[in-house]
């Protein structure tokens, strides 16, 4: 199944430049602002709560080159599924307790992201009634695009930020077993992608919240 650069060529081969620009848009938001501003968002989370290692590292930065991940960046594009580099934290500096501060940092990502969408749904609404055609078409693509990131980031399937939020809740021997299973946490994900449960956990959220915020 091909990805956004095949889109965005089959939308310059067929002569629709429209769709080859929103193509073109969406990977320049996704790249660019939403997945920097999420790997932000754990950082700043983490430094607040006592952890400067992000900080130390360079990570507690919009700089999107900072963020992105080579592979995961080329397997988006080319697939629409990729990832940027985890951000780098160390449980046993944050205050308080370590699980329930994890959680916190975990949790930050995917609010970020929707915060974003809330955003860019606001300037949609200021807008709209305008005839600034593409500027309406990355709005709507940046509340959709947000919305499916911060859904599917709170899967509860190890590594994403998900389970970090359920381990915090659970008794340790089965946030242990959260542990061991990260290693098949891809595998996991793909099962899911094709199954009835990643719609009702991220497609079906994330299209009535679209819908909510564009109406």
């Not at 944050?94 to 501060?101: C, D, I, Q, S, T």
């Not at 970090?164 to 299973?181: E, G, K, T």
């Amino acid at each position: 199944m091909g990805g956004p650069i095949f889109d965005f060529i089959n939308a310059l081969a067929s002569g629709n430049f429209m769709a080859a620009l929103a193509t073109l848009g969406a990977m320049a938001v996704l790249l660019f602002i939403c997945f920097p501003i999420h790997e932000y968002a754990h950082a700043w989370a983490a430094n607040k709560l006592g952890d400067d290692t992000a900080e130390r590292m360079g990570r507690l930065t919009i700089n999107p080159f900072v963020h992105l991940d080579l592979v995961g960046s080329l397997l988006l594009l080319a697939f629409g599924f990729g990832w940027a580099k985890p951000v780098p934290v160390n449980t046993y500096r944050l205050n308080g307790n370590p699980k329930v501060a994890f959680a916190l940092v975990a949790l930050a990502g995917p609010v970020s992201n929707i915060l974003l969408a809330i955003g860019f749904g606001f300037v949609y609404q200021l807008i709209k009634t305008s005839d600034i055609i593409l500027l309406e078409y990355l709005c709507i693509i940046a509340v959709r695009i947000n919305l499916f990131l911060a859904f599917f980031n709170l899967i509860p399937v190890p590594p994403l930020d998900g389970s970090r939020i359920l381990a915090a809740v659970l008794p340790d021997s089965m946030s242990d077993i959260l542990h061991q299973i990260e290693r098949y946490g891809f595998i996991i994900l793909i099962l899911a992608m094709n199954t009835g449960i990643f719609s009702g956990l991220v497609s079906a959220p994330a299209n009535f919240f679209t819908r909510l915020l564009l109406s």
